[in-house]
Structures are given as C-alpha cells and as structure tokens.
C-alpha cells in the first residue's frame, strides 16, 4: 500500500511514544529552474564556390527524328528489284525453199512435215496459188526451241530471237531470196520482231530483208474465212517473186 508513516488517532495503550519528528510536515521542497549557460556558436566561414565550368549543350538526336531519318535513308536507298523468270518459249520451225522465195514455217505439231499431213497440202496450196514451186526444198533442220532441256544457257525470248535470225540470215547469205514468208506466230514473233497485229503485212526486218507475215497453217485450217485475207495481201505481193518474163 506504499505506507511509509501511520499515526494512531488515539493512543494505543502499551505503545511506546511517538517520535516528534514524525509528527513534524516537511516543507514542500522547491526546485529552481536551472538556464543553461549560452553556447558561443563558431564563427561562420565564408564558403568559396568554384569555378563554374562552362556547359556545351551537344544536340542529341531525338529517338523521334532517329527513326524519321532512318525511314528517309531505306527509302532513298535503290531497291534491288529481282527480274520475274520468264520460261522459255517452246516451238517448232522449218525453213523451205520454193522458187525466189524462203518459206519459214511453223511446225503444229513439232514433228517434220509428212506428205499427206493436211496443213503441208494446205501449204502446197498457197505456194501453187502464190505462182511458186509447190514441192519446196527443206533447208537444214527444224528448229526447236528450247535447245536443251536442261543447263544454265539462257533460253529466253530474246536468246530465242537472236538464235531464230541468225538461222536464217546464214541461210539467206548461201542462198538470197527476194521475199521471206514468216507463217505462224513463232515465226513472226522471233524471226519478224512481231505480233498477230502483222499479219497479211509486209515487213522490213534488219538483217532478213523484206518478210511477209501469214498467219498459221492449224489456225487458216480452224478459221477458213482468214483464207481471203491471205489471198489479197499475196496478190499486192505476187510481183515481188514472179521471174520478169512470167
């Protein structure tokens, strides 16, 4: 109970006298506040700054600017463009002589021309109409395009047309004619430089000569009516090949 002195309010009978002390009240004890004695604070130092260097701003290129510059340069940059891989073009050709005239002539088949083959008697017809030999001479061998079925030569159209020519104009330097007939579209195309758009026409081809361009034995055979137009074109022409005194 944390009792430190008990005084009876009577006196206890037997009970050895009070200390007077005890009975005394202390007076309450005052504790003077204490002031600290004042600090003399250090004097301050002056702080000398450094020399300030002086900043060169670099220019750093935006991440921005980086990709618009990059874009400009690929797209400035020449693009390397891959030549589309033609096939090479597949034909047969015979080369005949009938008269003053060389007859180059498309094959419909591929194979050599047989007597009784009907686009070789509808041949014989237009050179017998044209006033020619109807029994032409073959001269060399078929040209068949491609050369090879196999290899890196090229065998494209212009090395198709290059070939074709130059068949053709060594036959012309052993033997020259007065007028070359090109019938068939492969015969045109690679011989004559031409088209569909040529035919019934007369061409001037470098190093051939003056060529006239017919359409095919198998298409005169499937369209008839193609046999008149023929038939007037030979006529403007007929001068070019008849001996002088015919």
């Known amino acids: 109970m944390q009792v430190v002195n008990w005084l009876p309010r009577t006196e206890l009978p037997f009970a050895a006298p009070s200390r007077p002390e005890l009975l005394a009240t202390p007076e309450p004890l005052v504790v003077a506040p204490v002031t600290p004695a004042p600090v003399a604070e250090p004097p301050v130092e002056p702080r000398v700054k450094p020399a300030e260097r002086v900043k060169i701003e670099v220019p750093r290129p935006s991440l921005a600017s980086t990709r618009t510059n990059a874009k400009v340069e690929e797209e400035a940059a020449p693009v390397a463009i891959k030549a589309p891989i033609v096939p090479p073009p597949r034909f047969a ?57 196999r290899g890196t030569m090229d065998q494209g159209p212009e090395a198709a047309r290059d070939f074709v020519q130059g068949f053709v104009s060594a036959r012309l330097e052993d033997a020259p004619c007065v007028c070359l007939w090109l019938i068939g579209l492969p015969a ?47 006529r403007r022409l007929m001068a070019r090949w008849k001996e002088p005194n015919e």
């Open 93 to 149: 050709l015979q080369l005949l002589r009938a008269g003053r005239c060389l007859v180059l002539v498309e094959l419909p088949t591929g194979e050599t021309f047989q007597a009784r083959d009907p686009a070789y008697l509808l041949l014989k017809d237009m050179l017998r109409a044209a006033g020619l030999p109807d029994s032409p001479q073959i001269v060399g061998e078929p040209v068949r395009w491609p050369l090879l079925a």
């Open 188 to 234: 045109i195309r690679f011989a004559g430089e031409a088209n569909a758009e040529a035919f019934n026409r007369e061409l001037q081809v470098e190093g051939l000569g003056p060529v006239w361009a017919l359409p095919g034995l198998e298409l005169l055979m499937e369209e008839p009516q193609r046999k008149a137009d023929v038939w007037q074109a030979m």
